[in-house]
């Protein structure tokens, strides 16, 4: 490969300093004036029939507006998922409805001049609700006489299974092979049913939307989103107003993981500013965000393997069972990625089958969240390889090296399992898992550590334990991302993207990535990301879409101002554009040595002859959806007396394709990680026997601290993915996937004792402890 | 009611309602490099350094800093003059979103001023009411070493 000047360089992130000095902006900090604050009003009820709402009173309070209410806003069904058009969520969301179906629902909306006046008549609205029986597990809502949650005019956009009458909101199943004689060819089975909890995003930013009218009566809204194009048709489409009048900007976002795809509060805020005229502000406190925004969805997996002796797998059968809480937002992509991001892993395995179902329940709304499925089914899968490999007396590493999908290999999966419909078959171009594991292992020390069980005190000790995964890079055939470039007189270069970077760096690397073909320095790109009006389109910040996708986009659009910028120094040096090369902002006449400067070429076609704007634009799709890989390791010490985990090192390997800014990966990485242990062993909603979230809080809801951060080390292994700007392939989501299943692993090293349920908390982990010394 | 107190060494007289927080009154006087993540107290992206101490500024009434003296991030650097720390968070990599970054980057300078050369459990404990979702901190913690060490130098 040849040397690259820009691509795996680890320029600071282009707007890391003005983030760390307090100059950039979030969406709050964007003054308007006459500004309207909105509060919302939320239901107390898991599942009721709203018979009356009287705002009388709260229509009194000094400084109030508005109140919107089912009775006073548009009915227009819609999926708040924030996907491309047409969505493949249901149509099951109202702004305002007059059922309400879990403890959070929306019920009403107070405009005011001032937050607290919104939030005093808030307590003022009365609601009169009918209390409906409510459906809180998943395990019994298909069930004969199960309360019905949607099933009116409730609908969906795409060929998909969807009955809401028996509480059935996406289905999936693909059987390959035989399965019978699979199962049948086995010399054992092993059998197991994973649960995995729903938890919240906890983007530190709180959900943010600020709307206005600017000078020619067009809607401006400022939006915390990862989705800028989505929510701008999906506003206008639901508000009734023409899309040419709506303009979103995304200013910085801190951060979003799949949570800020959904689109929720741009419409309100939306519609409070069109009915008044006036600027609107919602920011979600840190409780609403917790009840009301949208969770990782709870699953039940079962996963049943027939394994022969040599531990090859005859069948592999996957049950999936998703909880989609009261809306169906994503219900059934996530079902398909629990099913698509796992089984082509293991490709060998030809009887095969993947039933899913994603069921409504009253609890709060699951949506997209970074793993999107893959985090799911990697819990369930990375035990019941770890189990096969005991079994069957072998190193678990040495199992996977040999059954693991090979460069130059196929699933039938990818064909047959897309993202809520068909999928698209591929060949996998670069996979250096093997390389991965390696590495991997000899970072953890797993030698020395595996089935030691090494006594750190009387009553601790430590064991190590290990998962591997796979994820996409982009939904092939779906996502598109698009690129304008131009270049100014000093050979500096304005490039304006869809592309949404939501705190990932992507604004960085989209410029190391026009830097490398225009070989200038990366501080030559001047990037404007994710305004409606002035960047163009991209399907957003999602799928681990934006290296792969919008790089590549951003990739063909500079090579398309080379053109141009070789095309005019040919003209000025007389030559042919054969006999000219470029080196460092410069374009040099390879016959004797001339060259002229950006500078000089940009001057020229600005103001000399032939006078033009060098500029152009691309887009790009893909046909395929290269998966990164990663091997991660796990070591725990396990407090015998408490059942306490303690994660004291952790370690990940991955295969990225070659990575664009190396110090970004990392972060990706790292980020992942910590997001990943609190999943394996602390977060979790708790709920009252009325579907009620005790927890909404940061005091009882625990993320990791600084000071709960193992030893940390990321591997990126070298790799090269041709399909990819300058060979890149994803690496936002996939290292959220290993942790909880690695976790799990390393507590069976330790202790022998296997958890099938997250998050791995003191209380599950002793119990298992006491069942094991019992038996 | 009305009050002054000086903020990044200026000083700004305001008005304001006796129950608001000094995080309200301070963004509503434009300081929004002062976040809001909680309003409990818990996720420290509104901390301040109230007369040199490291409050959350969600958890203190406005009336009560009145008079006193306050540093935001911003009082510390620039964009055109930042300071070592802020310098040493975007070099390593510290800065992902950058909503906890202020808040960040002022527990750790309200640690250099008393340790100038913290340990890792050192700096651990002081950034533990610093809630970051994006980076699994291990690039912060590098951060307030590396800037520790150039504000040694």
């Given at each position: 490969m040849k040397d690259m000047h820009q691509v795996g360089k680890s320029p600071d992130k282009i707007d890391s300093?003005?983030?760390?000095?307090?100059?950039?902006?979030?969406?709050?900090?964007?003054?308007?004036?006459?500004?309207?604050?909105?509060?919302?009003?939320?239901?107390?009820?898991?599942?009721?029939?709203?018979?009356?709402?009287?705002?009388?009173?709260?229509?009194?309070?000094?400084?109030?507006?508005?109140?919107?209410?089912?009775e006073n806003v548009p009915r227009v069904l819609h999926s708040t998922a924030g996907q491309g058009y047409p969505e493949p969520s249901p149509y099951d969301a109202l702004l305002f409805d007059k059922r309400v179906r879990f403890v959070g629902d929306r019920v009403a909306l107070v405009a005011a001049e001032s937050e607290s006046a919104a939030r005093e008549a808030l307590g003022k609205i009365k609601v009169e609700y009918r209390l409906l029986e409510p459906l809180f597990h998943m395990e019994e809502a298909m069930k004969e006489g199960s309360p019905r949650i949607h099933a009116d005019d409730e609908h969906v956009k795409i060929p998909a299974i969807y009955e809401p009458e028996r509480n059935l909101c996406a289905e999936v199943n693909i059987t390959l092979g035989d399965l019978d004689r699979g199962f049948n060819e086995a010399d054992f089975i092993e059998e197991h049913t994973y649960r995995t909890q729903a938890v919240s995003h906890c983007a530190i930013e709180l959900h943010t939307v600020k709307s206005c009218f600017d000078v020619r009566g067009r809607l401006v809204i400022i939006s915390s989103t990862q989705v800028p194009?989505?929510?701008?048709?999906?506003?206008?489409?639901?508000?009734?107003?023409?899309?040419?009048?709506?303009?979103?900007?995304?200013?910085?976002?801190?951060?979003?993981?799949?949570?800020?795809?959904?689109?929720?509060?741009?419409?309100?805020?939306?519609?409070?500013?069109?009915?008044?005229?006036?600027?609107?502000?919602?920011?979600?406190?840190?409780?609403?965000?917790?009840?009301?925004?949208?969770?990782?969805?709870?699953?039940?997996?079962?996963?049943?393997?027939?394994?022969?002796?040599?531990?090859?797998?005859?069948?592999?059968?996957?049950?999936?069972?998703?909880?989609?809480?009261?809306?169906?937002?994503?219900?059934?992509?996530?079902?398909?990625?629990?099913?698509?991001?796992?089984?082509?892993?293991?490709?060998?395995?030809?009887?095969?089958?993947?039933?899913?179902?994603?069921?409504?329940?009253?609890?709060?709304?699951?949506?997209?969240?970074?793993?999107?499925?893959?985090?799911?089914?990697?819990?369930?899968?990375?035990?019941?390889?770890?189990?096969?490999?005991?079994?069957?007396?072998?190193?678990?590493?040495?199992?996977?090296?040999?059954?693991?999908?090979?460069?130059?290999?196929?699933?039938?999966v990818f064909k047959a399992l897309g993202e809520g419909k068909e999928g698209v078959s591929q060949t996998i171009r670069s996979c250096r898992l093997g390389e991965c594991i390696d590495r991997g292992a000899d970072a953890i020390g797993w030698k020395e550590k595996r089935g030691k069980r090494l006594k750190t005190g009387i009553d601790s000790v430590r064991?190590?334990?290990?998962?591997?995964?796979?994820?996409?890079?982009?939904?092939?055939?779906?996502?598109?991302?698009?690129?304008?470039?131009?270049?100014?007189?000093?050979?500096?270069?304005?490039?304006?993207?869809?592309?949404?970077?939501?705190?990932?760096?992507?604004?960085?690397?989209?410029?190391?990535?026009?830097?490398?073909?225009?070989?200038?320095?990366?501080?030559?790109?001047?990037?404007?990301?994710?305004?409606?009006?002035?960047?163009?389109?991209?399907?957003?910040?999602?799928?681990s879409s934006t290296t792969y996708i919008s790089g590549a986009a951003v990739k063909?659009?500079?090579?398309?101002?080379?053109?141009?910028?070789?095309?005019?120094?040919?003209?000025?040096?007389?030559?042919?554009?054969?006999?000219?090369?470029?080196?460092?902002?410069?374009?040099?006449?390879?016959?004797?040595?001339?060259?002229?400067?950006?500078?000089?070429?940009?001057?020229?076609?600005?103001?000399?002859?032939?006078?033009?704007?060098?500029q152009g634009h691309a887009s790009h799709t893909s046909t395929q959806s290269p998966p990164p890989f990663i091997a991660q390791f796990a070591e725990v010490e396990l407090d015998l007396r408490t059942g306490r985990v303690a994660v004291v090192k952790f370690v990940s390997a991955v295969d990225c394709g070659q990575p664009i800014n190396p110090k970004l990966v990392e972060?990706?990485?790292?980020?992942?990680?910590?997001?990943?242990?609190?999943?394996?062993?602390?977060?979790?909603?708790?709920?009252?026997?009325?579907?009620?979230?005790?927890?909404?809080?940061?005091?009882?809801?625990?993320?990791?601290?600084?000071?709960?951060?193992?030893?940390?080390i990321t591997i990126i292994v070298d790799s090269h993915e041709d399909s990819g700007p300058f060979g890149a392939?994803?690496?936002?989501?996939?290292?959220?996937?290993?942790?909880?299943?690695?976790?799990?692993?390393?507590?069976?090293?330790?202790?022998?004792?296997?958890?099938?349920?997250?998050p791995m908390t003191p209380e599950r982990v002793w119990k298992k402890l006491e069942e094991s010394s019992e038996g | 009611m009305k009050g002054e107190f000086v903020v990044n060494g200026k000083r700004v007289r305001c008005t304001f309602s006796t129950?608001?927080?000094?995080?309200?009154?301070?963004?509503?006087?434009?300081?929004?490099?002062?976040?809001?993540?909680?309003?409990?107290?818990?996720?420290?992206?509104?901390?301040?350094?109230?007369?040199?101490?490291?409050?959350?500024?969600?958890?203190?009434?406005?009336?009560?800093?009145?008079?006193?003296?306050?540093?935001?991030?911003?009082g510390l650097g620039n964009l055109h003059s930042p300071h070592p720390l802020q310098t040493a968070f975007v070099e390593a990599g510290a800065v992902q979103c950058g909503f906890c970054t202020p808040g960040m980057i002022l527990a750790a300078y309200a640690l250099l001023k008393e340790n100038p050369d913290p340990n890792d459990e050192e700096i651990i404990q002081a950034l533990d009411g610093n809630l970051c979702r994006c980076t699994g901190y291990v690039k912060i913690i590098q951060a307030v070493k590396r800037g520790a060490r150039r504000m040694r130098s």
């Open positions: 300093l003005a983030l760390a000095t307090g100059d950039e902006k979030f969406t709050d900090d964007f003054t308007l004036d006459d500004l309207l604050f909105a509060v919302l009003l939320y239901s107390p009820h898991a599942h009721a029939q709203i018979d009356g709402i009287d705002c009388t009173e709260a229509l009194k309070v000094p400084g109030v507006v508005d109140i919107l209410t089912h194009f989505h929510a701008r048709r999906i506003v206008s489409r639901v508000l009734g107003i023409p899309l040419w009048m709506i303009r979103v900007i995304k200013p910085r976002i801190g951060g979003g993981f799949g949570g800020k795809q959904e689109v929720f509060l741009e419409p309100l805020a939306a519609l409070v500013t069109w009915r008044h005229k006036r600027p609107c502000r919602i920011v979600l406190t840190r409780k609403e965000v917790f009840i009301s925004s949208r969770t990782r969805h709870a699953m039940r997996i079962r996963l049943k393997t027939g394994v022969r002796v040599d531990g090859s797998i005859s069948a592999l059968e996957m049950d999936g069972l998703l909880n989609s809480g009261a809306y169906g937002t994503h219900a059934l992509t996530v079902l398909s990625n629990v099913g698509a991001k796992v089984l082509p892993l293991f490709n060998k395995i030809e009887n095969l089958r993947f039933h899913g179902r994603s069921v409504y329940t009253n609890l709060p709304v699951g949506g997209a969240f970074r793993g999107y499925g893959a985090s799911q089914g990697y819990f369930a899968f990375n035990q019941q390889i770890d189990m096969i490999a005991r079994r069957t007396g072998q190193d678990v590493r040495e199992y996977i090296k040999k059954w693991h999908i090979k460069e130059g290999e196929t699933s039938a064991g190590v334990g290990m998962a591997v995964a796979m994820q996409g890079s982009g939904i092939p055939k779906i996502d598109m991302a698009s690129a304008y470039m131009k270049m100014n007189e000093d050979g500096s270069f304005n490039l304006f993207v869809g592309a949404t970077d939501i705190g990932t760096g992507s604004d960085t690397i989209l410029a190391q990535i026009a830097a490398e073909v225009l070989q200038v320095p990366v501080e030559s790109i001047i990037v404007l990301s994710s305004d409606t009006d002035l960047t163009p389109f991209d399907t957003g910040a999602y799928a063909k659009c500079a090579i398309e101002l080379r053109k141009q910028i070789f095309r005019t120094a040919a003209r000025m040096l007389d030559r042919d554009i054969e006999q000219l090369s470029l080196e460092c902002g410069k374009v040099v006449d390879t016959r004797n040595g001339k060259a002229l400067s950006f500078e000089e070429i940009a001057y020229h076609a600005t103001y000399f002859e032939d006078q033009f704007q060098i972060g990706q990485v790292e980020g992942s990680v910590l997001q990943g242990l609190g999943y394996a062993l602390t977060e979790d909603y708790a709920f009252d026997s009325n579907g009620k979230m005790l927890n909404p809080r940061f005091w009882d809801y625990k993320i990791f601290t600084a000071a709960d951060t193992p030893e940390m392939k994803s690496v936002g989501e996939i290292a959220i996937n290993g942790p909880a299943p690695a976790v799990a692993n390393a507590i069976f090293d330790a202790a022998g004792i296997r958890l099938y349920e997250l | 129950d608001v927080t000094l995080l309200d009154l301070l963004r509503s006087e434009g300081f929004t490099e002062v976040k809001e993540g909680c309003r409990e107290g818990q996720c420290g992206c509104c901390v301040v350094l109230l007369e040199g101490k490291l409050v959350n500024s969600c958890q203190v009434f406005a009336a009560s800093a009145m008079g006193k003296e306050i540093t935001t991030v911003k």
